[in-house]
């Protein structure tokens, strides 16, 4: 299978740069072809801006989703853009991986997101009418595709449990879970989440590395998360709210999820 891992952390000899190269290993010797997108070590241009088409008009009124879907329909994208989504056509699965900033992803990695998910191409797909909003939550470029997410965070476990302070972790990673790869398709793998990051040494590293392997085994069985399909008759459509009879007194970004797949 081939595997893309986009991974965004500016120093190789971290906690992730190390969780990097044990990921391509391990992929790679299970006989997986892997490609790296290292966000940091390329210099990724963040900022979406009006250079991303190259064939821009110089007077024109820059209207980022309009200058993106013009450059994509035409083959005028900055070729950095173009680059990256030839490895995410090329490949069956995905990983991110990073640090948890501002419980978040670093910013070079949101600017990838905005820049390589361009319309017509991760959004803007199929038909738009009131009868069907797009292909989109489940369908889309990147559906039959795997993704999953690799994160560390400095907080505790608990800090991110459903009472924890932080807030619980299914909800702080949805809008990247839900709203960034599901909404173009892929089928979403529960994250794999490394807490209390600073309290790492050789022993916590190797138990790391073994839940890990074993989640990299899994890329191709393991259940992906059971978020709800857009069009298949769960939501009214235009409004796309979930029906009423579909998960009743469930409110937030839980009810998405169905709960009796799990
Ligand atoms: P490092 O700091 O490189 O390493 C962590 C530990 O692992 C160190 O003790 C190191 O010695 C050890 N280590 C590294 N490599 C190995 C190895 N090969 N073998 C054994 N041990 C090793 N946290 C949150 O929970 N929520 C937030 O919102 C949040 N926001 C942040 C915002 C910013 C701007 C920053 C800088 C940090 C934030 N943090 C937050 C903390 C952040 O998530 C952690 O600092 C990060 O996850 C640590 O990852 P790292 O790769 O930088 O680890």
Same mark, same amino acid.
């Given at each position: 299978?081939?595997? #893309?891992?986009?991974?965004? /952390? ?7 740069? *190390? ?12 006989? +997986? ?40 329909? &035409? ?9 990256? &989504?030839?490895? #995410? !056509? ?6 991110? &991986? ?5 419980? *978040? ?22 038909? /738009?009418?009131?009868? +069907? ?12 595709? !795997? ?11 608990? /800090? ?17 879970? +839900? ?19 600073? !309290? ?27 978020? !709800? ?26 009810? +998405? ?6």
């Amino acid at each position: 299978m081939n595997i #893309l891992l986009i991974y965004a /952390h500016p120093e190789p000899r971290s906690l992730n740069g *190390s969780l990097k190269s044990f990921i391509i290993k391990r992929l790679e010797n299970a006989g +997986h072809f892997v490609q790296l997108s290292d966000l940091y070590a390329m210099k990724w241009k963040a900022a979406l801006d009006a250079d991303d088409n190259t064939e821009r008009q110089a007077d024109a009124r820059f209207d980022p989703s309009l200058n993106s879907k013009q450059a994509f329909e &035409q083959g005028t994208q900055s070729k950095d853009i173009a680059l990256e &989504q030839d490895k #995410l !056509r090329w490949a069956n699965a995905v990983i991110l &991986q990073f640090p948890l900033w501002w419980f *978040s992803m670093p910013a070079i990695l949101k600017g990838w997101v905005e820049r390589v998910y361009a319309y017509g191409f991760a959004y803007g797909v199929g038909e /738009h009418s009131d009868a +069907h909003w797009g292909d989109r939550y489940g369908e889309g470029m990147m559906a039959g595709k !795997r993704a999953m997410l690799v994160v560390t965070a400095g907080g505790w476990e608990s /800090h991110y449990s459903p009472r924890g302070i932080n807030g619980p972790i299914d909800d702080i990673l949805f809008p990247i879970q +839900h709203g960034i790869l599901y909404y173009p398709g892929f089928d979403t793998l529960p994250p794999f989440v490394i807490y209390r990051s600073s !309290r790492t040494d050789e022993i916590r590293f190797s138990r790391i590395c073994e839940e890990l392997g074993q989640r990299l085994d899994d890329l191709w069985k393991a259940a992906p998360i059971p978020f !709800r399909p857009q069009n298949a008759g769960e939501y009214d459509i235009p409004r796309l709210t979930l029906r009423s009879d579909v998960a009743p007194g469930q409110y937030g970004f839980g009810a +998405h999820v169905a709960l009796n797949q799990l």
